[in-house]
């Protein structure tokens, strides 16, 4: 549609230069002279010199140089060009008693080939150069289609690579909460029956909710609350869980399920069921930005599978990257037995 719309801009916006030129002397000589009869002249002999390099150009801009030059027929391109410059200038090719001898005594010229050949290189000339303009014209056209055409790519191709990541967040965060009901339906089971209702409304957002490309930030946090219950029936009383939710006076939209793997990955390398810890997540507003904070007790595990690590984790600074480039600031830190991520999307608040 964009590339459409060019099109037609710089179609109609030649079509107005090539018409003002061709009457702008006429209308200056009825402004000067007064006399409309002396404009009709003048409008016949500028349209009759322009006319001969406006075939060149429209030759050029509509036919030769994308069907022939673009395709690297450049061969074709110049014969084409030569026949029709040649065709035009047949006309110089008058008898000699046509041509005044003021002209010729005027050029310093006896010979009425060397007048000829004169008449034809300057006409020719002139052509050549609304070839080049043709040329250029009709090259920066091409080069904003292609610009257009890359982006047009670019978008299709992160909005497939988003669909795939948020394809890849849904599954995997209801395998871990569906584990957690499990084990609690053999302990509790009037407790297991009030989370599978936490899980219904869970479910319906993340499954539902979440195929919008922003969601309101207000239902983020609802679904993160719930998410945190679950996570919690899986904790013992050793473990301290707080939250701290603060949300700005206006409307505010993020990406959905943005802040879940954070969360998912304190739980996970956060909590141990024989010792003392700790998960403390927050979320505030701070002038223009939104902040998200989440800390946990540190306890690192051996081998590969570490804290800050995971497909949750990369599949957030990916989809960071895509919907919010050059927008946020992502720093964790590991220091004293606390592991802390801080996440900024800045200017989200108007």
Same mark, same amino acid.
């Given at each position: 549609?964009?590339?459409?719309?060019?099109?037609?801009? *710089?179609? *109609?916006?030649?079509?107005?230069?090539?018409?003002?030129?061709?009457?702008?002397?006429?209308?200056?000589?009825?402004?000067?002279?007064?006399?409309?009869?002396?404009?009709?002249?003048?409008?016949?002999?500028?349209?009759?010199?322009?006319?001969?390099? #406006?075939?060149?150009?429209?030759?050029?801009?509509?036919?030769?140089?994308?069907?022939?030059?673009?395709? !690297?027929?450049?061969?074709? =391109?110049?014969?084409?060009?030569?026949?029709?410059? #040649?065709?035009?200038?047949?006309?110089?090719?008058?008898?000699?008693?046509?041509?005044? @001898?003021?002209?010729?005594?005027?050029?310093?010229?006896?010979?009425?080939?060397?007048?000829?050949?004169?008449?034809?290189?300057?006409?020719?000339? =002139?052509?050549?150069?609304?070839? =080049?303009?043709?040329?250029?014209?009709?090259?920066?056209?091409?080069?904003?289609?292609?610009?257009?055409?890359?982006?047009?790519?670019?978008?299709?191709?992160?909005?497939?690579?988003?669909?795939?990541?948020?394809?890849?967040?849904?599954?995997?965060?209801?395998?871990?909460?569906?584990?957690?009901?499990?084990?609690?339906?053999?302990?509790?089971?009037?407790?297991?029956?009030?989370? +599978?209702?936490?899980?219904?409304?869970?479910?319906? /957002?993340?499954? /539902?909710?979440?195929?919008?490309? !922003? $969601?309101?930030?207000?239902?983020? $946090? @609802?679904?993160?609350?719930?998410?945190?219950?679950?996570?919690?029936?899986?904790?013992?009383?050793?473990?301290? $869980?707080?939250?701290?939710?603060?949300?700005?006076?206006?409307? &505010?939209?993020?990406?959905?399920?943005?802040?879940?793997?954070? +969360?998912?990955?304190?739980?996970?390398?956060?909590?141990?069921?024989?010792?003392?810890?700790?998960?403390?997540?927050?979320?505030?507003?701070?002038?223009?930005?939104?902040?998200?904070?989440?800390?946990?007790?540190?306890?690192?595990?051996?081998?590969?599978?570490?804290?800050?690590?995971?497909?949750? $984790?990369?599949?957030?600074?990916?989809? #960071?990257?895509?919907? /919010?480039?050059?927008?946020?600031?992502?720093?964790?830190?590991?220091?004293?037995?606390? /592991?802390?991520?801080?996440? &900024?999307?800045?200017?989200?608040?108007?």
């Amino acid at each position: 549609m964009g590339s459409k719309r060019n099109h037609f801009i *710089l179609n *109609l916006a030649q079509v107005l230069v090539w018409a003002c030129v061709m009457v702008l002397p006429a209308i200056v000589n009825w402004m000067v002279s007064g006399d409309s009869h002396h404009a009709a002249p003048v409008l016949r002999g500028s349209v009759m010199m322009m006319l001969p390099l #406006l075939v060149v150009y429209a030759a050029n801009y509509i036919l030769l140089v994308p069907r022939l030059l673009f395709r !690297k027929k450049t061969a074709w =391109f110049i014969a084409a060009n030569a026949l029709i410059i #040649l065709l035009l200038n047949f006309r110089i090719l008058v008898p000699q008693e046509q041509i005044p @001898e003021q002209v010729m005594n005027a050029l310093k010229l006896r010979d009425i080939w060397a007048f000829r050949l004169v008449a034809f290189l300057s006409s020719a000339f =002139f052509q050549t150069l609304f070839v =080049f303009l043709a040329i250029g014209v009709r090259s920066i056209l091409r080069s904003n289609d292609m610009q257009l055409q890359l982006q047009e790519e670019r978008r299709k191709t992160t909005e497939a690579e988003l669909t795939w990541l948020k394809n890849q967040l849904n599954p995997h965060f209801l395998f871990n909460t569906l584990n957690n009901i499990s084990s609690l339906t053999q302990i509790d089971p009037d407790k297991a029956q009030e989370s +599978i209702g936490q899980l219904s409304d869970t479910l319906r /957002y993340a499954l /539902y909710d979440t195929n919008a490309d !922003k $969601v309101p930030l207000s239902g983020e $946090v @609802e679904f993160m609350d719930n998410y945190i219950h679950l996570m919690q029936l899986r904790c013992n009383e050793r473990t301290e $869980v707080t939250t701290a939710w603060e949300l700005p006076p206006a409307d &505010v939209r993020i990406a959905p399920l943005l802040f879940i793997s954070l +969360i998912e990955n304190a739980f996970k390398h956060g909590v141990n069921a024989r010792m003392d810890s700790f998960v403390h997540i927050s979320l505030h507003p701070e002038g223009k930005d939104l902040v998200f904070r989440c800390e946990n007790s540190l306890f690192e595990k051996t081998g590969e599978d570490h804290i800050g690590s995971g497909i949750g $984790v990369e599949n957030l600074k990916r989809r #960071l990257e895509l919907i /919010y480039p050059e927008n946020y600031s992502y720093e964790q830190t590991a220091a004293d037995g606390v /592991y802390a991520v801080r996440l &900024v999307l800045k200017n989200l608040i108007g």
